[in-house]
């Protein structure tokens, strides 16, 4: 049974530059969530795709945007990047059929922005 | 005020020890309650998850919920080493919907 997967585990960029990850969610899922992690700190919530839509956002810049594909998969873009964009990445899926379903984390990517 | 808060320890217990890890939330309304494990440079891991009021146990983890308080606990008993971690504690008002962490609590068991 294939977890969570997301790529690339690292990425190294500089200021301005424009980024994409990548998410597959666990077999089954149908809803995939991005969180940002900053270093000593929790997850921050930055969007969550159910249906190829948005279907809830957090507070974050419009820089941030993403996209769900047919087979669940999901992308997250980052355009004009800044120095603090620096963080972990983590992509969490679930499955939105069957009631209070909880969300598991992929891997993550760790995002450097020189 | 934050909306989910944890004390950011280091929480020392000695091996075999039970540790006790607690979590307050702000938001009435929250509905799902969630605690992730987390080593040092990789993703947070769902240890337990709970939605109503009272004690939820699974093997060496029990999770305390008291809606009235506002207040999630996880138990860890006969803690080991390899329990060193930080805790994470997880809120959502919606179920399937964004969570809210803690910063979360670092456990150290030392031998």
């Known amino acids: 049974d294939a977890g969570v997967t997301q790529s690339p585990t690292h990425l190294i960029k500089t200021r301005g530059q424009q980024v994409t990850l990548r998410c597959s969610p666990k077999?089954?899922?149908?809803?995939v969530s991005w969180y940002q992690q900053a270093l000593g700190q929790g997850p921050q919530f930055i969007f969550q795709?159910?249906?190829?839509?948005?279907?809830q956002r957090g507070n974050f810049p419009d820089r941030f945007s993403g996209h769900q594909f047919p087979n669940y998969s999901s992308e997250l873009n980052v355009n004009a990047l800044l120095l603090g964009d620096s963080a972990l990445y983590l992509c969490a899926s679930s499955l939105v059929a069957g009631g209070n379903q909880p969300q598991h984390f992929g891997d993550g990517t760790r995002l450097s922005i020189l | 005020q934050k909306e989910v808060e944890q004390n950011s320890g280091p929480l020392s217990v000695p091996e075999g020890a039970i540790a006790s890890l607690n979590c307050t939330y702000s938001d009435r309304g929250s509905q799902s309650f969630f605690w992730y494990r987390q080593y040092s440079g990789k993703s947070p891991e769902l240890i337990m998850f709970i939605y109503s009021n009272g004690d939820k146990e699974d093997g060496r983890f029990t999770a305390q919920l008291n809606k009235a308080s506002q207040y999630v606990s996880l138990l860890i008993r006969d803690s080991q080493p390899s329990d060193s971690a930080t805790y994470l504690c997880a809120v959502n008002r919606n179920s399937g919907y964004a969570l809210n962490f803690g910063k979360g609590t670092s456990l150290l068991v030392t031998p």
């Open positions: 795709y159910y249906e190829e839509e948005e279907r």
């Open positions: 077999s089954g899922h149908d809803t």
